[in-house]
């Protein structure tokens, strides 16, 4: 290959929003996507030529989780070998493979982009020391908002740290809807997996409780529990392909995220595009930064017996208001911040 690059990105699996991210840096920069297969934990995108603009490598074919470490971390080590770049982007440090890579790396030419926050992510104990250690390695940060940013400052990390704003790019095809006149009571909806991580048992309980209209998209393996707690005010939507989520979302008024874990959540920022102010837990990562701070939508507390119902009554107060606000978001400036944070790593 022996080919130098602005930037080689060391990822999981190609999630569809990281593939749009390369696909915006290689309109102006050189880039390589490296992988280890195809994953369910994101929407992945297939790869295929490089009508992307990006070149990309795969460690390894097939399932991410299948693969061979030991074979993968030889392959990583044989690519890197063979190529040269500006930058080399660690996304986390959740792979074994990538953090021993980070010790061969020259610590000057790593960035570690970060999905984890303050809220999620403990430094304690012997993970938090592998943590501290990959973290050492890297000359900058690349957090994804305000809550991840505090997870560097916590441990004082002396690197220079840009915040992207976002873990990726999301299609952002066609305008973004006007909203149309709520509907008298407003329509919920939730998007995501159907995973005990995402809470849904406490979404369900509520609005049993309250009888307003909640659509559920999505799959996963609580599926049949879910159906089975649900009242018939609640519908179940399946999986949902992504060229007609527009659509869906254009039904309904406020979107809800009541996970338990959620390092990001770019759902949210998918529901914003589309005019739906939100309702998230604080266990959200993206909730400080585009929810409280833009005053969005609501955000509650999980540990507040009533944190959700007051939520709920809260953006049913101000709903309006809130509209307005989120119709108020420039994504192009804020695509554009993301874009910034990457590219100012090459001054």
Sequence with gaps: MN??????????????????????????????????????????????????????FFLHEGN????????????????MAQVRARRVLFSGWMAPEYNIYSFFSPRRR??????????DSGMNGWKGLLKKAVIRRMSAALP??????????????????HVTGSVGIFNMEGRRALRHSPS????YIYVGRLAPEKNLELLI????????????????????????????NIRFLGHVPNDRLPEIYGRHDVFILPSRYEPWGLVVE???F??????????????????????????????????????IHEVEKNYETMARRVADINWNSRVETQLKAYTSLLD
């Design 3 to 56: 080919k130098q690059y602005d930037f080689i990105y060391l990822t999981n699996t190609p999630s569809f929003y990281k593939v749009r991210l390369c696909e915006e840096l290689a309109k102006k920069h050189s880039v390589l996507l490296v992988l280890y297969g195809y994953g369910a934990e994101a929407v992945n995108t297939r790869l295929s030529g490089n009508e992307g603009g990006f070149d990309y």
């Design 64 to 79: 991410a989780g299948k693969r061979n470490k030991a074979l993968v971390l030889l392959r990583l080590l044989k690519l």
């Design 110 to 119: 790593n960035a570690v982009i970060c999905e984890s926050s303050a809220i």
């Design 144 to 161: 994804s908002g305000s809550p991840h940013r505090a997870l560097f400052e916590h441990i004082r990390y002396p690197g220079d740290i």
């Design 184 to 187: 008298t009571p407003l329509n």
């Design 205 to 232: 309980r509520e609005f049993n409780s309250n009888g307003r209209p909640l659509s559920i998209v999505g799959d996963g393996p609580q599926k049949e529990l879910l159906k089975n707690m649900a009242k018939d």
């Design 270 to 272: 998918e529901a914003l």
């Design 274 to 311: 589309r005019g739906l102010p939100v309702i998230a837990s604080d266990k959200v990562g993206s909730a400080a930064d585009m929810v409280a701070a833009l005053e969005t939508g609501a955000v509650f507390s999980l540990s507040a017996p009533d944190g959700l119902s007051n939520a």
